[in-house]
């Protein structure tokens, strides 16, 4: 149960969706993945501006656009909601705090988490277990993908593309930005690792790169998400199971 927050009108509304769409906390090897727009919540976000810490703050203030802005903010507060139901604390009390490369961490509570947001769609991810990446983007992408190829694929991914066309070819180059994205978080790197050094297949284990400190290998799942939407999900091979909550 998640205890009194002194921010209770978005507290109390986040907690309750998340109850209702079945999120509780992930047990062993196992993890929890919730999607949702954040546009029916903008009403709300300067309330939910008062759970954000004040780097999450100073980030939101950064965003020129409105809409870049009230997402961060409700994705972030959103977040610190599910994270203070699994941690059974204050939401605006979470330790949420980033390694030099900006991977999310939650020190000494063995969780491990990742957020995603593209235009005013969010996804977060929590797990018990050592890895977790989770991205989304909006499909068409506002960014041409085929100028991107040539630093997103491998050799073998590039051979695939090119076998295809038009829209069949769009996609398949953005769920691969997804799941290249979603891998480069679980690892901890970011872009700092190329993306076309490393392969991201469905049907496989995926080592993590050369030079990684504990490094996890990890499997890659497809997101099942609204019309006009790609996802996946990075989980360290131990992470065994997930579940995907629609609010």
């Known amino acids: 149960m998640l205890r009194q927050s002194r921010f209770s009108r978005f507290t109390h509304r986040a907690a309750a ?14 993890a929890r993945v919730v999607v949702f727009d954040s546009a029916p919540w903008w009403p709300l976000r ?10 999450e703050s100073a980030r939101a203030a950064r965003f020129r ?8 903010t409700v994705a972030h507060a959103f977040w610190r909601v599910a994270l203070g139901m699994v941690l059974n604390t204050d939401p605006a ?3 949420l705090a980033r ?10 509570t ?11 769609m969010v996804a977060l991810a929590i797990a018990r277990g050592a890895a977790i990446g989770v991205d989304i983007e909006g499909f068409p992408s506002r960014t041409r993908l085929q100028d991107i190829a040539g630093i997103l694929c491998t050799p073998a991914e590039a051979q695939t593309m090119s076998t295809l ?12 930005w997804t799941r290249k994205e979603a891998l480069l978080k679980a690892f901890g790197t970011g872009l700092r690792i190329a993306p076309a050094t490393i392969d991201a297949d469905i049907d496989r284990v995926i080592q993590s790169p050369d030079g990684i400190p504990r490094g996890q290998a990890c499997r890659l799942y497809p997101l099942s998400m609204p019309i006009g939407w790609l996802g996946a999900l990075a989980l360290g091979e ?4 997930h579940s995907l909550h629609h609010v």
């Open 99 to 108: 390694s030099p490369d900006g991977q999310p961490l939650l020190p000494g």
């Open 165 to 176: 066309e038009g829209e069949a070819r769009d996609r398949a180059l953005l769920e691969l």
């Open 110 to 120: 063995g969780l491990t988490t990742s957020l995603s947001h593209s235009g005013t």
């Open 46 to 55: 300067d309330d939910a501006a008062n759970l954000l810490s004040p780097y």
């Open 93 to 95: 009390s979470v330790d």
């Open 238 to 241: 131990c992470t065994s199971n």
């Open 17 to 30: 969706s998340l109850r209702a769409c079945g999120f509780t906390p992930p047990h062993a090897n196992h």
């Open 65 to 72: 656009h409105a809409l870049d802005h009230d997402t961060y």
